[in-house]
Structure formats: structure tokens, C-alpha cells
């Protein structure tokens, strides 16, 4: 973490924030929100001519992410927009600090938008029908002319074989299956980071899709295959299996199915030992512990290698 952050707000972020809301604004209140794992979100309450409003606050702080990726304000700064002109439920860009020159760190300033992340809904066929439904309606948008394009985060050619895993020689298949050419895909504008925990709700309707710091051009097979793996460690295959058969009711004939993709996404999330995301804890998701999250995702890898023999 950047020296000088925490659970508080520093003062140069606080002057850049009320520079970017104007006299007129008084910032009564600032509160770490829960669930960002890869950077500080500070939610700020605000007064502006007898009218409460409130905003958030993400600071890019990982070293390590700004290294390879030093435009990750910029980045959602702008997909913001473009989702926002595209018709999709997101927080408005009020203002973002490419560099951190005048906030401290790499800032994105938005509005905050009403609802909460459900992971563990009461009816749970509505609500993955509409995670579907809401990210086929994301993939109707084209992407020609938005600057971001898709690349994988591994290198199956350099991963080791897991040594966590019980089926270690069936992960090998799968590395050298990715490493292979990919299929043909047309590209569309895609969230790169869709799962529940980036989806807000509200009076039983998503109100939200939120964390937009990776969304680019890319195929509509990456988003629903990185949902598709949260989901089963989430709840394990048949959620994971139910939530595809939805995006391809509402998808329709535009999205055409290849295991491909769902295998790719797997292996994009591998990064040494799985161990439960710190942010399901975070948003009260009970029940989960490493070792399950490993058993289902090699349950889910058999899963998706069965689906190639089929092909």
C-alpha cells in the first residue's frame, strides 16, 4: 500500500476532490468501502445547496499494476464514458488523475450509485437470469474505435504444472490446449472483469455494473467464461452451467459457444494457490474455504476439458 494511505483519506486527495465538486460542495464525510481488493474506494458524503449527495473515490495503489498498466485511471475514466454513452447502468466520471500529480495517486472520481452486491440471492434464477441478461445487453455494444483490446494475463506456455491441484496432468492439457491458436472471434465491448461481486442491485433489479478499470474490445467469450469461473467457485458447476445456458437465451444468435474461451478465462485466473477472493468475505458470502475453491475448480476444469471432446 502507498505510504501515507489507509483507512483515511489524505489531504491532497481531499483538496483534488473538492477542486473537481467546486465552492459550492462541502464534503461532510469520507468511509473506506469493502470489496476492492485492487485499490483503495473511499465512498465521500456531500452537501452541495441543501442537497446530499455521495461519490466515490478509487486510488490506484498497486505498484506492481501501475508498472504494466500506468494509465489504469485513464482506462476506466474512459470506459466509464463509453459505457455510459452505450446505455449501460455505471457511475458517472465526475474526474480522474491520470498520474496521481495533483491526488497523490491515480484517481478516478464517480458518482456513487444506490444498491449492493448480492451473492447470496433468494431467488436465485432471477437473479442469474439477470447477471445474463445484463451482460448481453454490454455485448451489443461495439467497439470499434474504444482503444483498449483484449489480452490474457498468463502465458500457458510458462505456467508449472499446480501443485495444488489433484489432477495436475489434466491442468497440463488445458495449458497446452490455450496455448494453441485461438478460434475466430468477433470482437464487441466486453467488461473483462463481469462477475456478482461487480454488480449492484436494488428493489430486485441490477441498478449497476461497476469496476470498468479492464473493460476493452475482445470477444464475448472472455467475460462470460471469467463469470462463468466465479461462479463455480462461488457455487459450484451447475451455477456455472446455468448462468451460460441464460446469456445464450438472451444473447441469441450473436453469440456463438466455444469451450475455448471458458478454458482460457480458467487459466487466466490462476496465479499461484487459489484461495477463496478476499472479496466475496468482504460482501458476506459464508461457507467458503480454499481447499473447496480448489476442488471446484478442478471439477470445473474436468467440466469444460469434457466439452472439448464434444467438439
Not at 94 to 103: F, P
Not at 232 to 237: D, K, N
Amino acid at each position: 500500500m502507498a505510504a501515507g494511505y489507509g483507512n483515511e483519506l489524505q489531504t491532497q486527495a481531499l483538496q483534488w476532490i473538492q477542486t473537481q465538486l467546486g465552492n459550492t460542495a462541502e464534503i461532510t464525510g469520507v468511509k473506506p468501502l469493502t470489496g476492492g481488493t485492487s485499490s483503495m474506494l473511499f465512498e465521500l458524503a456531500v452537501e452541495e445547496n441543501g442537497v446530499s449527495l455521495s461519490y466515490v473515490l478509487r486510488l490506484f495503489h498497486k505498484i506492481d499494476w501501475l508498472e504494466k498498466e500506468p494509465d489504469l485511471a485513464k482506462h476506466e475514466a474512459e470506459s466509464l464514458q463509453f459505457a455510459e454513452q452505450a446505455g449501460h447502468p455505471v457511475p458517472h466520471l465526475l474526474a480522474y488523475d491520470e498520474t496521481g500529480e495533483k491526488s497523490g495517486l491515480p484517481a478516478v472520481l464517480m458518482t456513487k450509485v444506490p444498491g449492493s452486491v448480492i451473492l447470496q440471492p433468494s431467488n436465485d434464477e432471477k437473479w442469474l437470469d439477470g447477471l445474463a441478461a445484463a451482460l448481453a445487453e454490454i455485448h451489443q455494444t461495439k467497439a470499434e474505435g474504444f482503444p483498449y483490446e483484449y489480452f490474457s494475463y498468463n502465458n500457458a506456455f510458462l505456467l508449472e504444472k499446480p501443485t495444488w491441484s489433484k489432477i495436475q496432468n489434466d491442468w497440463m492439457r488445458a495449458f497446452y490446449i490455450v496455448a494453441e491458436s485461438r478460434p475466430e472471434a468477433q470482437e464487441c465491448f466486453i467488461h473483462r472483469d463481469f462477475h456478482p461481486a461487480n454488480v449492484l442491485w436494488e428493489n430486485k433489479e441490477i441498478s449497476a455494473i461497476v469496476d470498468w478499470v479492464n473493460a476493452c474490445r475482445g470477444p464475448a467469450g472472455i467475460d462470460v467464461g471469467h463469470c462463468r469461473v466465479n461462479l463455480a467457485q462461488l457455487y459450484g458447476i451447475s451455477v456455472a452451467n446455468d448462468f451460460l445456458a441464460a446469456y445464450q437465451r438472451h444473447a441469441g444468435n450473436s453469440f456463438t459457444y466455444d469451450p475455448y474461451w471458458d478454458l482460457l478465462s480458467l487459466i487466466d485466473t490462476l496465479d499461484g494457490s487459489p484461495v477463496v477472493y478476499p472479496g466475496w468475505k468482504a460482501f458476506g458470502m459464508k461457507g467458503l474455504s480454499d481447499e473447496l475453491v480448489r476442488h471446484r475448480l478442478d471439477d470445473y476444469l474436468m467440466s469444460l476439458l469434457d466439452r472439448f471432446d464434444d467438439y
